[in-house]
């Protein structure tokens, strides 16, 4: 797309439904991935087996009592995803959420930016959704350019003459983390559960 085509700008309250729209796309493009990568790990299979034992006192179906553990598990799990990344976060101190618009008005992106966890930390992603239509047309590389200048200007403000920018990854997000590291973005930290990694941080030096 060519840069004259696309503009980054604050989000309109009369945008939100649309932007929230897009978000929970998003979310549903990968969760199911999520899903089975976190429910196939030993321990998440042990726990699931134990489950099943355990109903198998209680229900008469051997099918049920095996199955409705998996059935449980893979619901709460999209729900928390849908919780996390499907919704807006409040407004943070670098302002925003921020959406891409193509054309006259049409929105085919969203960004969301927060401080650092810690002082000298630089800024975080926390929203970076590309409209299916629109993705591969250089859209998410815009937005997170203005992520960096944005994080560039707020750290400058704030006395810092070196910054840092993370991005944090769902792990079955193959497409964005490679896009991450076409930028310049190295991964540097996960987190998840029971040990095994469901979220990739990717971050670079501003």
Sequence with gaps: MAPSHLSVREM??????LVLEMLKAAVKDTENRVALHAL??????????????CLRFVLASF??????????????????LRAW??????????????????GSGDVCGVLALAPGSNSGGGARVTRLSVSRWHRRQ?????????????????SGGMGEPRTRLVVPVAVAA?????????????????????????????????
């Design 85 to 102: 990344w499907g919704s807006l976060p409040p407004p943070g101190g670098l302002g925003g959420p921020w959406v891409a618009v193509h």
């Design 40 to 53: 196939t790990r030993p321990p998440a299979l042990l726990l699931l087996a134990a489950s099943s034992s």
């Design 174 to 206: 193959w497409g964005v983390a490679g896009m991450l590291e076409g930028c310049g973005y190295q991964a540097e930290g996960s987190w998840g559960c029971m040990g095994y990694t469901l979220v990739r941080e990717f971050s670079k030096d501003l």
């Design 138 to 154: 250089g859209v998410g590389r815009r937005l997170l350019a203005f992520a960096e200048s944005r994080t560039r200007a707020w």
């Design 63 to 80: 099918a049920l009592a095996l199955l409705l553990p998996v059935f449980l598990a893979v619901v709460a799990m999209k729900l928390g």
């Design 12 to 17: 309109r309250e009369d945008e939100k439904p």
